[in-house]
């Protein structure tokens, strides 16, 4: 007498399909979960180019013994110097770092100084502009913001958000006249 062994017997193809449906849908739902609650690289990379640009705009004004100044309006920032000659707060033509910078679509600013919190306006939608029309605008620009040669500067804090979730990153001054810039907030503002 033969004594038959049973054959061994393993997954069909249909089980083994399963058990990567299931898998794929299970990576699938932690990927969208974390691209939903998680970094918000957008505004982490925003947030730390103003840092960076403060810092940068404060160290220039000590080294150059130039007046710097922010100055913001809704959804955009620049640098502006303060030109003794003609005196009047102008852009920062000669420095592309200092340049003017619009937020992505879904970001914005909110600035306090002094403990007041400003309300920014809307930009000026881009016409053709009379030299004279120019000029008034570059005298009406004051900065919000006043980096002087000596390092100090206006109290202020600037809060980069994101329009939609509650999500924010936070530069101040401090009492040392150091600027700090606060990890991102998530929730209540």
């Given at each position: 007498?033969?004594?038959?062994?049973?054959?061994?017997?393993?997954?069909?193809?249909?089980?083994?399909?399963?058990?990567?449906?299931i898998?794929?849908?299970?990576?699938?739902?932690?990927?969208?979960?974390?691209?939903?609650?998680?970094?918000?690289?957008e505004?982490?990379?925003e947030?730390?180019?103003?840092?960076?640009?403060?810092?940068?705009?404060?160290?220039?004004?000590?080294?150059?013994?130039?007046?710097?100044?922010?100055?913001?309006?809704?959804?955009?920032?620049?640098?502006?110097?303060?030109d003794?000659?003609?005196?009047?707060?102008?852009?920062?033509?000669?420095?592309?770092?200092?340049?003017?910078?619009?937020?992505?679509?879904?970001?914005?600013?909110?600035?306090?100084?002094?403990?007041?919190?400003?309300?920014?306006?809307?930009?000026?939608?881009?016409?053709?502009?009379?030299?004279?029309?120019?000029?008034?605008?570059?005298?009406?620009?004051?900065?919000?913001?006043?980096?002087?040669?000596?390092?100090?500067?206006?109290?202020?804090?600037?809060?980069?958000?994101?329009?939609?979730?509650?999500?924010?990153?936070?530069?101040?001054?401090?009492?040392?006249?150091?600027?700090?810039?606060?990890?991102?907030?998530?929730?209540?503002?």
């Amino acid at each position: 007498m033969r004594k038959g062994r049973r054959p061994a017997r393993g997954f069909t193809l249909v089980e083994l399909m399963v058990v990567v449906l299931i898998i794929g849908m299970l990576a699938a739902a932690v990927v969208l979960s974390v691209g939903i609650t998680g970094r918000d690289r957008e505004l982490e990379t925003e947030g730390d180019r103003a840092f960076s640009l403060i810092n940068y705009a404060r160290e220039k004004a000590e080294l150059q013994t130039r007046e710097f100044g922010l100055f913001l309006r809704e959804g955009e920032y620049e640098f502006l110097t303060y030109d003794p000659r003609r005196s009047v707060w102008r852009t920062v033509d000669e420095d592309d770092a200092l340049r003017a910078r619009k937020l992505p679509e879904g970001l914005k600013l909110r600035l306090v100084v002094e403990g007041r919190e400003v309300v920014l306006r809307r930009p000026e939608p881009e016409t053709r502009k009379t030299e004279e029309e120019k000029e008034r605008e570059d005298r009406d620009r004051i900065p919000h913001v006043m980096i002087f040669s000596n390092g100090d500067l206006t109290p202020f804090e600037l809060t980069v958000e994101r329009d939609d979730v509650e999500r924010s990153i936070t530069m101040a001054s401090n009492e040392d006249g150091q600027i700090e810039a606060q990890p991102m907030q998530e929730g209540r503002r």
